[in-house]
């Protein structure tokens, strides 16, 4: 199992970002796909999750309203769209193949995650 993610930077508050997370070495289509994140002193905090049919099913409270989760199965990419971002959105973002029944059971597979920075 493989999991590249990718888009960070650093930008503005107020301002968007899209990540992408490539996944390979497993069948991206037959697994649930969610972003976390893991800010500095913090711990790891998950951000949002998919479904295999493509139902966002989860974000977590901060991002609400300002960040969608999405996947195009046929090129075995998740993405993250981040609007409004603020300076409490910087962190390591990381994406993660899972389960979702009802709830979220996350797996061992890690990328090495893509720094997202908000900072005028």
């Known amino acids: 199992v493989q999991l590249v993610e990718s888009g960070g930077g650093l930008v503005p508050p107020g301002g968007s970002l899209r990540l992408s997370c490539v996944g390979s070495?497993?069948?991206?289509?037959?697994?649930?796909m969610s972003w976390y994140r893991q800010g500095p002193g913090n711990e790891r905090e998950l951000v949002a999750t998919?479904?295999?049919?493509?139902?966002?099913?989860y974000y977590a409270d901060s991002v609400k309203g300002r960040f969608a989760i999405s996947r195009d199965n046929a090129k075995n990419t998740l993405y993250l769209q981040m609007n409004s971002l603020n300076p409490e959105d910087t962190a390591v973002y990381l994406c993660n193949l899972g389960q979702y029944t009802n709830r979220w059971y996350s797996t061992p597979f890690w990328g090495q995650g893509t720094q997202v920075t908000v900072s005028s």
């Open positions: 998919i479904t295999i049919g493509g139902d966002a099913v």
């Open positions: 070495g497993f069948t991206f289509s037959q697994w649930a």
